[in-house]
């Protein structure tokens, strides 16, 4: 439906050059609507993707578990060649060069790991919410004021203990 094919077939008249450029762009819409179809089926919702992300960092500690068991298993060995064979400085070297290898190894991927998870908790997700949230309570209060002195209506106050209209006086609220 997205092609004419190999030129073998092919319309003469105008009327039947027109049904096949619109069936040409038909086929090309309903090919559209399936990759829209199947691209939202395959997105995460938010609780899908909470959960993608708990799986992830639980695998990374699991890494960097199984690296740390390998750092304390390498200084161990270290610390074992350095005292039972002191004067085989090769092979204390050796365990020495074991040891840092796997420490860098460690610090790498506690390194992306914190990069990858800086701030990420709940609490920081909440806090910069309510910031976005007083930022847009702040436009919308803006617009809204201007939007009043357009119309010349007085606002409400809300945001205070009292809740009167703004410019009235004790001496109003008596007579009222």
Known sequence: MTTVGYGDFFPLST?????GILCAFYGVYLVSL???ALDSLLQFDQAEERAYDLICRLEDKEELKLEAVNVLTSAFRHRKAKMEFPDKKAFVLGK???FRKYLMNFQKIAKSIRGN???DN???RVRSE????????SKLRGS????SDHFGVEMIDTRGSSNHIKGSTDDDEKNN
């Open 117 to 119: 998870y800086g701030s």
């Open 144 to 147: 809204l004021e201007a939007i």
């Open 130 to 137: 309510i910031e976005d949230l007083k930022g847009c309570i």
């Open 34 to 36: 399936f990759v829209i």
């Open 96 to 98: 020495l060069k074991t």
């Open 15 to 19: 009327p039947s050059r027109i049904v």
């Open 122 to 124: 709940p609490s920081d």
